[in-house]
């Protein structure tokens, strides 16, 4: 019996070349399944951003996404939920998830971003 995903929506910096090569990493991991995930290109969207309650900084600093039932996750919520659909990533998923590593890797997550967003001149 086939379990039918269904879509979520990732908003991702498309400005940002690292996040671009990111979607397409994920697209060549997640093979069919990728279908299953909408990819909103943030850039210039800040209005709409603001209509869906996702704050437009937040948005360039943290990764989010809309899952099925129209919640929106971020950070390392929004990498677990989008990881957790592809195989290969399960497993990646529920490391970063666990209570010793989450932390740390947020940390390091946010000084990547903010180092990457000052490097480039938008923080």
Sequence with gaps: MSEEKKKITVY???????CIKDRENYEKL???GGDDVCW?????????????????????????????HQRIVSELDA????????????PLAWLI???????????LYHWIVNRRLKKSGRL
């Design 30 to 32: 997640a093979g069919k």
């Design 12 to 18: 991702y910096d498309g400005a940002c070349s690292s």
């Design 79 to 90: 990498y677990i939920l989008l990881m957790s659909r592809v195989s290969l990533l399960k």
């Design 40 to 68: 909103f290109d943030i850039t210039g969207q800040n209005a709409h951003l603001r209509d869906i309650g996702i704050d437009p900084h937040k948005a360039l600093s943290e990764l989010h996404v809309r899952d099925e």
């Design 97 to 107: 998830g666990l209570p010793v590593i989450r932390p740390l890797l947020s940390s």
